[in-house]
């Protein structure tokens, strides 16, 4: 069955650090791969997704992930953490038919905190 | 105006009682979707909807159902309230799910509360 697991259910780093969020995923064929960022009492805003090619993939807000295969993850990273990157972060793989997918399975989050 | 709303944002029910959560799109997608939020597990999908005649049990959908009215509107309803049944909820909406250019958009959600 597909899943997607993120280590880490919190992290707090300094502002200008930078950042990696871990995303370890299971799925039998070649993932779509995506990562969401949830601001408090917002919805979900998609920072980037993998679907193939590039293995490294930019996104908004000056975030990128990179997918491993052999590793079956996509971690997101950010060169300097701003403040404003205070949120919770979900890593989602597409699943539900072959070839392709009609629906996202989540994993459970992972809350950045930024100290000033 | 957003391009998913969902109707209440905040409500506070009791046990028992029955309740609909209403979410409408402007985006003209024909996929909509259900999902709840509860810490510690992300979010897990209860309902998903193709068009108005298809619609699809998602991973926890016990103790829900749903109703697709038109296109643009998605309802879920809880038909007996119960406490575990607390949580954030949102919809998403997606056109071509499996397209290269795909994107999910959410709403901002509904906290809902069962005492």
């Known amino acids: 069955a597909q899943s997607v697991t993120q280590p880490d259910i919190h992290i707090t780093v300094s502002e200008g650090a930078s950042l990696e969020l871990r995303c370890n995923y299971s799925y039998g064929a070649t993932p779509y791969l995506f990562w969401y960022v949830q601001s408090p009492g917002q919805g979900l805003q998609l920072l980037l997704k993998y679907f193939s090619g590039d293995t490294l993939v930019q996104g908004i807000k000056g975030f990128e992930a990179e997918f491993k295969r052999s590793q079956s993850s996509f971690n997101l990273r950010k060169p300097s953490v701003h403040w404003s990157d205070a949120a919770e972060y979900f890593c989602a793989v597409g699943a539900g038919v072959s070839g392709g997918y009609n629906k996202l399975i989540f994993g459970a989050g992972t809350r950045l905190a930024v100290h000033p | 105006d957003a391009d998913v709303t969902q109707t209440p944002r905040n409500r506070i029910t009791k046990t028992g009682k029955r309740i609909m959560l209403e979410c409408s799109q402007t985006k003209g997608h024909d996929r909509m979707y259900w999902y709840r939020q509860d810490p510690g597990l992300g979010l897990r999908l209860i309902y998903y909807s193709f068009d108005v005649k298809d619609i699809n049990k998602g991973e926890i959908s016990d103790g829900y159902s749903v109703s697709r009215q038109a296109q643009a509107k998605f309802s879920l309803s809880l038909e007996s309230a119960i406490p575990n049944q607390t949580a954030l909820y949102f919809c998403?909406?997606?056109?071509?799910?499996?397209?290269?250019?795909?994107?999910?958009?959410f709403g901002q959600g509904t906290r809902l509360t069962v005492v």
């Open positions: 998403a909406t997606s056109d071509l799910w499996g397209a290269l250019n795909a994107e999910a958009f």
